[in-house]
């Protein structure tokens, strides 16, 4: 989280007194005293201030060039600060411990494997000195969210410990294959992978591909506001997901997040149909093109009925074969106004093994881009058509563009988000010799990613 | 009986939360304005935050105990994502930062090098974040009213709440559109005072954040909280006093209340010997036994199914429940506060019984039950939903236990009446952790330079300065001044051409009328008054207008001047001689004998008529003429 000892020359005075970060001390200025803990400061601020937190729990920094003297208390001083010779008392009293009792958990309960791989829903907060930590054992689980010994007896492992924007195509096969080991236990009735909000959607198009045997479900979630405020999303969320790997009849890999501001009503996406939409609000994901896949409120789950979709019943998956690399040789590239052509014929220099293009409206690129688009899928490039709308279907038949487009050898990918489609082809080609093969695949439905229908209207929640 | 401050080492300190006039939130662009047409809503929960060291806040695991659902109400134009806890905080209000600067000079405080937005955990919904934004600015100063100092502690700026809307079953509902806007936090040290004194500081420390021009007026933008302490007693925090003569009942109430609480633990303790209360022994069911009362009240909550009554027995305290040290101040009633807060009307103790409808014969078989051996025990009876009779006689239990350590460190609200009810324990210095999404702020040395042009000057100054450039007299001049409408005052004169001393009477005398009638000013905003001066700068409405325009904005009648001079209009001047002869011909005896000197009696007639509809000399010279014409034509 970037938080650092001091440095310079505050770390200068600091050291010079063998102050450590935490300790009790007071510093003294012209004007008076300040007493408090030494808190850590940000990397990223100036090393002309030392930060305390008094006694009155305010944290405030102080100019070194106006500290006096250092000093380690003693014992806890009563005081936050004594100013022009008066001691200014700490409004607090002292603090009464309340200790959260240990739950007891049933066997008869079913297990989840809860794994963890950072971002906000796992990150906690050290209140003395404001740090952030991302760490989820089972215990923490378990005292932050007590309702989940409800539904399930959960065990916790923490795979990874990243900001989801730090992830990598590599990081999906660690997780999938964790995934495998989980499922090959028997044990589990389902399995919930937390994770950072930003790139979520990727994870779970990935893991949708990876794991498209599962015989269960596989459930990602996140947070938006993080686990350390009252008002966080992240228990609401962690409870709906267990609740849905627990009871869902289906098996396959979905993303349960928030369904509107409100806490109460959650809904359930199919992995390689969700994405991210807003930056910070707690209905961020929205499924596209379609409805969310189910609602889960506080009584029940109520699947959406959809009969355009291919849905695997619990247990029936082939337990057999999962195929979990990723090539990460695909680029996903937006056009726009001013596109520069070249950076095609660059991509193709750099070893790049298809382009996953976001075209604007039906899928169209400009003209101007014809003649490096016709040499990239010369040299043996794939390059996929889907479109910046989100919303809606390519369709390349429409315009002169979209026709020329097609005629070079571009192929267009229906209703698939942009964000599928990257990691599909990934998938794809780290799996797959022939090319033939890959683009055959890349248009035809594997995991819902393409609904042939266009439904009139969507009800996003 | 009242105390003697002196004897019990009263102290008193004052806590002040004033709103400040910047237009925009503290941490968002949103309008600041407090505004009831919400068009949004939503619901949350929150939960308590946990530390590492399994350590929640006492007032956090207190409010979480009340399992509670928030609604929340909202408008586009006062509310944003930002109130909806759906954004992270913008920067800060760049003003509302120099105003808490401004007073922090003002009051000689000692200004941190560098201030670190907090995060103060609050979890009874009033922030739907479950923390409200504030942070420390200065620490120390004085302020001086009438030659006397007073110590700073801490000057800070902070958002303010969420508005309470109601708060029924276990359901809060909030406006957002009070989140958000900035408020400044003066605390003054506790200190030996008297309750009028208090009310004089509290009044000088007003005048000089006015006097800044940079503060909000109305109901509510300005709240005194109060620390009472008494000697042996712990701290104890009332919130929310609005008016500064209700300050003085609510210090009194609470010496009282408070060294009360000290002569009952002291006579627990000296005169019956009690060294532990000894009170969670066995809780018997007595639903059944009630059943049987002939209360209507409680016969009455028995037809609900679900409802339960519950007693148990206080070892040893008889009598010392409703033993009163002060008038009105009993543990019986303290106790009864605590279980309000889960839903529970109140106890009923045996102090008090047999009444209340619970017979001599409902009792015997409830000391059976809790196989009372002693007179010397007490008791108490609680009904309600189960789970609720749970906490609260949980609640109660630990009160209780806590009585032989006299008074205990809490927060109260006050009544309007003045009086103090429970709220909940007081909370501990671990609700506060830094506000990550906030880069600290550097106090830049050049920018205090400039700032300190802009500290208040003595309200002397102000008073001088407009009874010389308006011609106000000292007392009109004073009022307008603590008026809250100082800055509206000055915006009117100098925009128009209306008699200063007109515009003065009509912001104080006028308002506060109406203010005592029981009219909400509140409901009167700064531009529906520009705009009534405006309009009678124009001749458009009469100077008698301006008063009913008060009443009929604050009664919701009209929202635009626009509304009532349409109303107006329609008298045109041929209406008005029509309506004006009309008056003549119903008062001719009087014309007949008084001849020209009935004319301050019609006047007074036709004004009461057609009020505030014409423009009053008008009226006069319309009427004189036609008085004249009609004696003229009498005497041909
Ligand atoms: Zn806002």
Known sequence: MGTSEYKGKASELLNGKDIKIGQSITIHTAVGGYSGLLLPRYELFDDNHIVIKLGNGYNIGIDITKIISIEKNCSELQYSAYINGKFLDSKSESLDEFRVPILDLKDSLPRVALISTGGTIGSKIDYRTGGVTSVMSASDLYLSVPEISKYASVDTEMLLNEYSENLVPDDWTLMANKIIEKINTGIYKGIILSHGTDTMHYTSAALSFALRNTPIPIVLTGAQRSSDRPSSDAALNLIGATRFAVKSEHSGVFVVMHANTSDGLLACHLGTRVRKNHTSSRDAFESINLEPIALIDSDSIKMQSNNMLKLTRRGEGKHSSYETSFDRHVVLLQYYPGFEPTIISDLVKNGCKAIIFEGTGLGHVSRDCFTQLKQAIESGIMIFMTSQCLWGRVNMNVYNTGRDLLGIGIIPLSDMTPETALTKAMWLIANNESSVEIKWKMQENMCNEITYVSPIEIDKK | ?636
């Open chain 2, 1 to 636: 009986m009242t105390t003697n401050k002196l004897d019990i080492n009263l102290k008193v300190g004052l806590e002040i939360h004033q709103q400040l006039a910047t237009g925009t939130k503290l941490f968002c662009q949103c309008r600041s304005n407090e505004d009831e047409e919400y068009t949004l809503d939503f619901s949350r929960s929150l939960r308590p935050a946990q530390s590492e060291l399994g350590i929640i806040d006492p007032a956090a695991l207190f409010e979480s105990k009340k399992i509670q659902s928030f609604r929340y109400l909202a408008a586009n134009r006062t509310s944003c994502l930002v109130e909806a806890d759906e954004e992270p905080p913008h920067c800060i209000n760049r003003e509302a930062l120099e105003s808490a600067l401004i007073f922090s000079l003002a009051l000689n405080s000692h200004i941190a090098d560098e201030i670190h937005v907090m995060r103060k955990i609050v979890i009874d919904g009033s922030n739907t974040s479950g923390f409200q934004r504030t942070m420390l600015i200065s620490m120390g100063g004085f302020v001086e009213v009438n030659g006397k100092r007073t110590g700073v502690q801490s000057i800070c700026l902070e958002e303010d709440a969420s508005k309470l809307i109601s708060d029924k079953n276990s359901k809060r509902e909030f406006g957002l559109d009070r989140l958000g806007i900035p408020l400044v936090e003066i605390a003054l040290e506790p200190v030996s005072i008297t309750p009028p004194e208090v009310m004089q500081l509290a009044l000088g420390l007003g005048r000089i954040l006015r006097a800044s021009k940079r503060v909000a007026r109305g109901i509510g933008s300005i709240r005194q909280d109060v620390n009472i302490s008494v000697e042996d007693g712990r701290v104890v925090e009332i919130k929310g006093v609005q008016k500064l003569d209700q300050l003085v009942k609510v210090i009194q109430y609470e010496a009282n209340r408070q060294h009360g609480l000290i002569i009952i633990t002291d006579k627990l303790k000296n005169e019956l010997g009690i060294k532990e209360i000894r009170c969670d022994n066995g809780i018997v069911d007595v639903t059944d036994i009630l059943r049987r009362s002939s209360s209507r009240k409680i016969i009455e909550s028995l037809k609900d199914q679900s409802t339960v009554y519950k007693a148990f027995k206080i070892e040893g305290f008889a009598g010392m429940l409703g033993f009163e040290p002060y008038e009105g101040i009993r543990l019986g009633k303290e106790l009864s506060q605590l279980v309000r807060f889960y839903g529970i009307g109140g106890i009923f103790h045996s102090d008090e019984l047999p009444g209340y409808g619970i017979t001599k014969e409902n009792l015997d078989s409830i000391e059976r039950k809790l196989a009372k051996s002693s007179k010397n025990d007490a008791f108490i009876i609680i009904g309600g939903g189960l789970t609720n009779v749970n906490f609260a006689i949980e609640s109660l239990i630990q009160r209780l236990k806590a009585v032989l350590e006299g008074v205990p460190a809490e927060t109260r609200a006050a009544t309007p009446s003045g009086e103090t009810i429970y709220i909940r324990p007081r909370p501990g210095s671990a609700r506060m952790y830094p506000e990550t999404d906030i880069a600290p702020i550097k106090v830049d040395s050049l920018l205090l330079d400039s700032l300190r042009q802009k500290i208040p000057r003595p309200i002397e100054e102000y008073t001088n300065e407009m009874i010389s450039k308006f011609g106000l007299n000292k007392k009109l001049a004073e009022e307008i001044f603590d008026s809250q409408y100082l800055n509206l005052f000055e915006k009117i004169v100098s925009s128009t051409k209306i008699s200063p001393t007109f515009v003065a009477s009509k912001l104080t005398e006028d308002i506060t009328n109406l203010e005592r009638q029981g009219y909400d000013s509140s409901l009167l905003s700064d531009e529906r008054v520009l705009e009534i001066f405006n309009e009678l700068d124009k001749g458009r409405i009469a100077k008698e207008s301006v008063p009913i325009l008060y009443e009929k904005f604050m009664k919701r009648e009209i929202n635009r001047v626009e509304e009532f001079e349409s109303g107006f209009e329609t008298m045109t001047e041929r209406q008005l001689e029509d309506e004006i002869e009309g008056i003549l011909n119903n008062h001719l005896d009087a014309i007949n004998e008084k001849g020209m000197n009935s004319l301050g009696m019609l006047m007074g007639r036709t004004m009461a008529m057609l009020k505030g509809r014409s423009d009053g000399q008008k009226i006069n010279k319309i009427l004189k003429d036609k008085l004249e014409q009609m004696l003229a034509l009498r005497e041909q």
